[in-house]
Structures are given as structure tokens and as C-alpha cells.
């Protein structure tokens, strides 16, 4: 019998839970520390308990022949650090329907509110959903708000980010990644804000792990879904024991405390 869009959410997102790693960052700019020892470090998010692993389509078929494993979700938003004033206009570079083909478990879009080209990147997520749909393939909406047009209202503490969780999900995502928005409180109101699972990005790039772990915590007490979180992940000397660490809170219910000895430093 043929998966169905519930098998393949409870594949990845196993009681609506999820350890999410992306490693799609080498589109963006490369070299990117970890990545260039990609098949390592998949494996090593694999051997830890990750639930999907986010990859663009290329990369997404190596892997998949590689190692048979079937929890990949292919990226198909894609720009570089070389675009200038257009360098965060993500642009589609794959379809739903060959995303399926290749393998892909899902598929995932991105959309950076408040650029100049929000309008496109909305247009973008919302034909992925709908090629999606007939195929019974789960979507994950990247929705970031940090473009300059973007326009907070004085009653929002989320600063935007509700507001980004609400569109991935009116739009037909089925999971969404956004920003850690600063206080559980405040998260609360982003997972308020829409019935399907929230994850969580890795934040600043000098947040340390530990202090991420804190973070994961928090997020999950304020009913978030889980995490996507690359470089904190792949670019770790030990990735495996990160992936463990992240698992222990999300699936688990341990504390940042617990989770923090399974890394073994």
C-alpha cells in the first residue's frame, strides 16, 4: 500500500514531534564549515536519531543513493551570497513532482518576509503547496521575518514571527520553521497561532550549543514541534551527539541539563 500524507508526517514528524537537520547552506555560500564533509556528516545526523534531513535536489539524490535511507526532504528555494541587493530573493529550482521523484519524504520553500521580493516568494510557497497536495507530500515553509520593508505591529511581541507561522500554515504547509522569537511567552503566541508544528531555527551563529539546548527547552514547554537547526548540527565536532541531545528534549521531554550530558565534553 502506498504512503499517505499522514504515513509520511508520522515518518518525520513522529507525534508531531520533529528533529529536523537542514543542510541546504551550501547553495547559499560555500565553503561552509561541516558541509565539506557532507556524507559524514549525514551519516552522523542519521546515527544520532534525526527525523528528516533537508537537502537541495542534487545533494538530496547522492545521499539517498548513498545510504537508502528515506527521511530526506528536498529544499527547492534557492540564492546566493553573490545576488547584492537580491541575494535573499529565494527562487524556485525544483518542483513537487520531481522532489517525488527523486525520493524526497517532503519538501520544504522558503519565503523572507519584508524583502522586495516577498511577493514572489509567496506566490513560489504557495504553488509548491498546491503541487504538493495531489501527491500527499508534506511541505515545510522556511518563513523568516527580517527583510527591511517589514512592518511589526506596536501589539505584536513576536516580531513578526506569529505572523510568519500563520501564512506557512494558511498557506498549505504542513510544518513550519521560524526564528526563536526571545522569551517562552512571547513563543506561546506563535504556536497559538496555528495547528500544525512549530519548529524552531538555530539562531545566532555565536549562541552556543548549550545555550541552544536552553532554548529548545523553552521552546517546547510554549508547545513548540521541534527543531531545524543546520550549523549547529553539521558543523559540530561531534554531530551525532548533538543530534541525541536535541532528540532528548524534543522526544524524550529531558531538560536542557540532561540533554547537555549525552554530549560527552
Not at 547559499?28 to 557532507?38: T, V
Not at 543546520?230 to 558543523?235: A, L, S, T
Amino acid at each position: 500500500m502506498a504512503d499517505t500524507l499522514g504515513d509520511r508526517l508520522e515518518r518525520i514528524l513522529p507525534g508531531g514531534r520533529g528533529v529536523w537537520i537542514p543542510m541546504d547552506h551550501g547553495v547559499s555560500g560555500y565553503p561552509e564549515s561541516g558541509l565539506e564533509r557532507m556524507d559524514s556528516v549525514v551519516d552522523s545526523a542519521i546515527e544520532g536519531g534525526a527525523d528528516a534531513i533537508v537537502l537541495h535536489k542534487g545533494a538530496l539524490s547522492h545521499q539517498l543513493g548513498r545510504t537508502g535511507w528515506g527521511s530526506f526532504v528536498c529544499h527547492v528555494s534557492a540564492s546566493t551570497v553573490h545576488g547584492g541587493p537580491r541575494s535573499k530573493y529565494k527562487v524556485s529550482v525544483a518542483s513537487a513532482e520531481e522532489c517525488w521523484q527523486r525520493g524526497a519524504v517532503g519538501v520544504s520553500g522558503q519565503v523572507n518576509l519584508g524583502d522586495e521580493a516577498e511577493p514572489e516568494m509567496i506566490s513560489q510557497l504557495g504553488n509548491l503547496t498546491s503541487e504538493a497536495f495531489p501527491l500527499g507530500v508534506p511541505v515545510l515553509g522556511m518563513v523568516y521575518p527580517r527583510g527591511p520593508n517589514l512592518k511589526v505591529a506596536d501589539d505584536d511581541d513576536t516580531g513578526g514571527v506569529a505572523h510568519a507561522a500563520r501564512i506557512a500554515w494558511e498557506l498549505g504547509c504542513n510544518v513550519v520553521k521560524v526564528p526563536w522569537n526571545g522569551s517562552a511567552d512571547s513563543f506561546h503566541r506563535v504556536t497559538d497561532a496555528v495547528p500544525i508544528p512549530v519548529l524552531i531555527a538555530g539562531g545566532p551563529r555565536d549562541t552556543s550549543f548549550r545555550e541552544l539546548l536552553d532554548i529548545v527547552e523553552a521552546a517546547m514547554g510554549a508547545g513548540g514541534g521541534g527543531v531545524c537547526m543546520g550549523r549547529q548540527v553539521f558543523g559540530a565536532e561531534d554531530p551525532t551527539a548533538h543530534v541525541r541531545a536535541l532528540r532528548a528534549i524534543v522526544h524524550d521531554g529531558a531538560s536542557a541539563a540532561e540533554a547537555t550530558e549525552l554530549l560527552g565534553e
